[in-house]
């Protein structure tokens, strides 16, 4: 008993030396070799760096949230526990590299996708941008140079973007520029509505020389408004006005209400032009026009001004759907009737096309329109409506009125000069295209720089007449189809040395290589005299075909954002 004590020491002994051996031996497990700890090290590093560039770029953090997380739970993780060798904690750091690479690798996908993806937004936004700021223009609003220069600034800073971050900031400028387009036409109508109380103001010998100085201040604001803010605050400052000068001028409401009561009856008239019943509207009318002759006191006269108001505001929408149907109408039957009594008999199948098919409701743009009519449903809806039938309609007279024209090919024609006048063009870039001579001319600042036959789309497959512009510019380049193989309209990958996009969707301006012939007839079946027999047999898929030489001419004297007019 008396060498207890040394045994239990020596006992204690070695449990201590078992201890120490047992975590030496843990410590070599966990710590793998040093190449594969560096290397996790380094693609750590790797993927903060992709993470943080992607940021900076443009890429949402919303897209990069998930990589983030995932990174986090990597980081947490601990090598296993194991005393048999560092093969364990190889293969886990080996592990941990490959996931901190995939994930690297995902970041520089994210990128592309929202590039591409971002590229495309803003190109829209910017054809929307033009096309809105052509109808304002068409409008005879002078005050649209401003975002005249806007759109090329855009269209410059697009064709120099790389970045999400550059392509998000094309998008954001264009859309502004639109709200402060769309902002333009309610300014405008407020000051109309301002100046025609101020008129009837005068009419009833009041001193309006104080609202008079108002009306100069609010014109030169909306002269020089270029932003969303700047008319919304005109809107209310006038709309103040407006309401200031109705307490101030209680005296003139018979004359107000007689001057409104004038616009309700032509209201009425025109809505039974377009066909609709107007009892009702003429009824309120009449108990509109005895309710002011006995009004005599001021609560009474703004009764009657009220009704008066309702009663004008009731007809407006329907008047404007009214307006919309008839003008749709309308046009579909001048398509038809001048399409069915001028006819292209094709010797070649034998059949027999109508030439303003580019405007039917088939295939044509007629379809865009009865969709736009069919969808609206506020007055903004059918205004819309009423713009682009108007818009579309003006350009088959055109076509119409060329399809008499004498005037050679190659020489400017009345047509043309009339639609860029129209379009406030003359002093720009504009392609030119008429449908029933296939031909294109190439103008600058009105001048006529150089003619060309070409080959629009066939029968099935019309290339678009209206308003468009160079939004894209490609040199050289490859076309898929987007039809399935085995479709009519598939085409195998075809190189292109000279496109230039003026319509979403695939519309181009290139050279079509497996063509001999152009001109008159070639968008209808025909016998191409050297041609690829396939392909170049009929129009194109809706592109407008040139040579090869003449493409490479228009590409290189012409730039983004060249205007375009086909009818």
Excluded at 109 to 133: I, K, M, N, P, R
Excluded at 366 to 395: E, F, H, K, R
Aim: one cysteine or more.
């Amino acid at each position: 008993m008396i060498y207890a004590p040394r045994l239990i020491k020596r006992n204690k002994r070695s449990l201590f030396l078992c201890m120490v051996v047992l975590a030496m031996l843990l410590f070599s497990a966990c710590s793998g070799s040093p190449q594969t700890h560096q290397g996790v090290d380094q693609d750590k590093t790797t993927l903060d760096t992709a993470l943080v560039h992607a940021q900076s770029i443009g890429v949402p953090s919303t897209l990069l949230q998930s990589i983030k997380q995932q990174e986090t739970q990597l980081s947490a993780t601990h090598v296993p526990l194991s005393v048999f060798g560092h093969q364990s904690a190889t293969d886990y750091y080996t592990n941990l590299a490959q996931r901190y690479q995939m994930l690297a690798i995902q970041v520089q996908g994210l990128e592309t996708q929202t590039t591409q993806h971002l590229d495309y937004v803003a190109s829209l936004d910017l054809q929307t941008f033009e096309s809105l700021l052509a109808q304002r223009q068409a409008q005879g609003f002078v005050e649209t140079k401003v975002f005249a220069d806007q759109l090329k600034q855009d269209q410059n800073l697009l064709s120099q973007a790389q970045t999400p971050k550059d392509y998000l900031q094309v998008s954001e400028n264009a859309n502004r520029s639109m709200m402060a387009l769309h902002l333009m036409g309610p300014a405008y109508n407020a000051l109309v509505s301002l100046q025609q109380a101020m008129k009837q103001l005068q009419n009833s010998r009041l001193d309006i020389t104080a609202l008079q100085q108002q009306e100069q201040y609010d014109l030169q604001t909306f002269r020089t408004a270029n932003k969303p803010e700047d008319f919304s605050q005109l809107i209310d400052l006038v709309n103040a006005q407006l309401q200031q000068t109705a307490a101030f001028s209680v005296q003139a409401i018979p004359y107000v209400g007689t001057a409104k009561l004038k616009e309700f009856a032509a209201d009425i008239a025109n809505i039974q032009q377009y066909g609709q019943s107007v009892t009702t509207y003429q009824q309120h009318l009449q108990t509109d026009q005895a309710a002011l002759s006995k009004a005599k006191t001021l609560d009474d006269l703004l009764k009657v001004s009220t009704q008066i108001d309702n009663d004008l505001a009731s007809i407006q929408l329907p008047l404007l759907r009214s307006e919309a149907h008839y003008l749709l109408k309308q046009y579909q039957q001048e398509v038809n009737n001048w399409g069915n009594s001028h006819l292209y008999h094709d010797s070649y199948d034998g059949g027999v096309y109508q030439l303003d098919y580019e405007y039917n409701e088939e295939y044509g743009i007629g379809s865009d329109l009865d969709a736009a009519v069919q969808s609206a449903q506020t007055s903004d809806d059918y205004q819309a409506a009423i713009d682009l039938i108007s818009n579309d309609m003006l350009n088959l007279k055109a076509m119409e009125a060329d399809s008499n024209d004498t005037t050679s090919w190659d020489q400017p024609h009345n047509t043309d000069i009339q639609l860029m006048k129209n379009y406030n063009l003359m002093a720009k870039q504009v392609f030119v295209v008429s449908l029933i001579e296939q031909t294109l001319r190439f103008y600058q600042n009105g001048k006529l720089i150089r003619a060309f036959h070409i080959t629009s789309g066939q029968y099935a497959k019309p290339s678009p007449p209206g308003l468009w512009s160079i939004f894209s510019r490609e040199s050289p380049t490859v076309f898929k189809s987007s039809e399935p193989k085995g479709s009519a309209f598939w085409y195998p990958d075809t190189n292109i040395n000279f496109a230039m996009e003026y319509h979403d969707g695939g519309y181009f301006f290139h050279d079509s290589w497996w063509r001999v012939n152009y001109g008159p007839g070639t968008n209808f079946p025909h016998y191409d005299s050297g041609g690829d027999e396939t392909f170049a047999g009929n129009g194109s898929h809706g592109c407008i075909n040139m040579q090869e030489d003449e493409a490479s001419w228009l590409y290189n004297n012409s730039s983004y954002g060249a205007s375009v007019i086909v009818y």
